[in-house]
């Protein structure tokens, strides 16, 4: 259940309040640039969603693996 629930966790706290307007978000904006090399300034609703169809398969990888390693820190 917790495997499950960790992506929800991630982009709640990624998101904050920025829930419907994920592609202004600081955070992901910077992961985004870090990842792919978009100019994080220029990261729009387009580009944003553009990026997240083109990746959907890697970040849902990245979201699983984040709810791997919260379990490892957890001790469970």
């Known amino acids: 259940m ?3 629930l960790a ?3 991630f982009l709640f706290l990624a998101l904050r309040s920025n829930w419907l307007h994920p592609w202004r978000s600081p955070y992901l904006r910077w ?3 870090t990842y792919s090399g978009i100019p994080a300034n220029s990261i729009d609703a387009r580009i944003f969603w553009s990026f997240l169809f083109q990746e959907k398969f890697r970040l849902l990888h ?3 693996w984040t709810a ?3 379990s490892y820190q957890q001790g469970r």
């Open 2 to 4: 917790r495997k499950l």
């Open 62 to 64: 990245f979201l699983i």
């Open 7 to 9: 992506p929800i966790r």
């Open 68 to 70: 791997e390693m919260s």
């Open 31 to 33: 992961r985004i640039e």
